[in-house]
Structures are given as structure tokens and as C-alpha cells.
């Protein structure tokens, strides 16, 4: 009997698409802590350049798709495994969510899109798909979304990759990864 392809689900935010904040969130903390002290005020808002310029890093720091995105759209065409995005994403975000898919996938190769059209928790909507498209794995990089899926799904016969960061980097995970190029040598 031939093979299924693997059904292969992926965050969008951190694991298709790079996100710089990854990098420098340490730094932004910081600057943060210093800035809210500073102003007395919670709902701080940035004021000068280099305070804007942190200011959309953090809030909209998706920039550009990571490395190995070709490599993964490469063995979705070669029918090795089926892809899915599932973005916890919320509604208000829909025209950006789909403007980075045509972006990542332009011959719409992948077999489906789903970002949190009715503003659930993320974890609760990543589990609700992940039931439901049946998938073999689950690409995600925040380690708090790892470990609930890992706990509420202990039973199911799902994988969570894991893609860590500098600061996660000694968590103990079965499948960690330190980028989607790895994970996609491993698919
Ligand atoms: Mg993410």
C-alpha cells in the first residue's frame, strides 16, 4: 500500500516567516522597562524614530519568509507531505495574513490556510485544527504553545516540532530545531 503524504501543519509567525524579534526581544524588554519607567505611563506610545522603529519591530516583526521556505514548497510539490498553515493570528489581521501566504505560496500548492477568524485563544484554536486536519505534525516556535499541545495531546499520535530560540535553547524537547530549515531536512 502506498504511503499517505504526512500531513504537516505550520505556525506562521516565527516559523514560515523569520521574525527578527526572536533575536532581539532581550533588548526590547529592556528598553521597554526603561521607557515605561521613565514616562509613568502604560500605555506608552513611541515618540521618537528609534523608539518607533523598536515599536514596529515588536508589533509587526514578521518581515520576510524564513530560509528554507522553497525547500519546504518543494516537498509539498513532490507530494512528500501535505502542508497546512495554522496562524493563531486574529481576524484583524486577515489582509496581512493573506498577503504573506500568496507571498510564501504562490501557486497555492499548500492544502489549506486557516488563521483564528473567531479570536480564540491561540493555544485552544491551534488544538481545535490540529484535531481537525488530522495532522501528523505540528510546526510551532513559542515553547509555551509546545508545552500545552504536549500536554493536552499526550494521547494522539501527533508530533510537535518545535523551533526554539537563543533564550529556550535548553528546554527539553523530543523534536527541537533551530530553524525551519532543519525541519524541513527532517520531513
Ligand atoms: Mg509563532
Not at 496581512?96 to 499548500?110: A, E, L, M
Request: charge should be positive; charged fraction near 30%.
Amino acid at each position: 500500500m502506498k504511503r499517505q503524504p504526512l500531513r504537516v501543519g505550520f505556525d506562521l509567525d516565527g516559523v514560515l516567516l523569520y521574525n527578527p524579534a526572536r533575536i532581539v526581544r532581550p533588548i526590547i524588554v529592556f528598553l521597554k522597562k526603561y521607557l515605561l519607567k521613565r514616562d509613568l505611563d502604560k500605555f506608552y506610545y513611541p515618540k521618537n524614530r528609534l523608539e518607533k522603529i523598536f515599536w514596529f519591530i515588536l508589533h509587526k516583526s514578521s518581515l520576510w519568509p524564513s530560509p528554507g521556505i522553497k525547500e519546504l514548497v518543494k516537498l509539498v510539490k513532490q507530494k512528500k507531505i501535505n502542508a497546512y498553515v495554522v496562524s493563531a493570528r486574529y481576524e484583524l489581521l486577515e489582509k496581512d495574513f493573506t498577503r504573506w501566504i500568496n507571498i510564501i505560496d504562490p501557486n497555492k500548492d499548500f492544502s489549506g490556510y486557516f488563521y483564528n477568524n473567531k479570536n480564540d485563544q491561540p493555544y485552544l484554536f491551534k488544538e481545535k485544527m490540529i484535531k481537525k486536519l488530522k495532522l501528523d505534525i505540528y510546526v510551532e516556535d513559542n515553547w509555551d504553545i509546545v508545552y500545552y499541545l504536549k500536554l493536552k495531546m499526550k494521547n494522539e499520535k501527533l508530533k510537535i516540532f518545535w523551533i526554539y530560540n537563543i533564550l529556550d535553547q535548553y528546554i527539553k524537547h523530543q523534536y527541537k530545531f533551530s530553524s525551519l530549515k532543519e525541519v524541513v531536512k527532517k520531513l
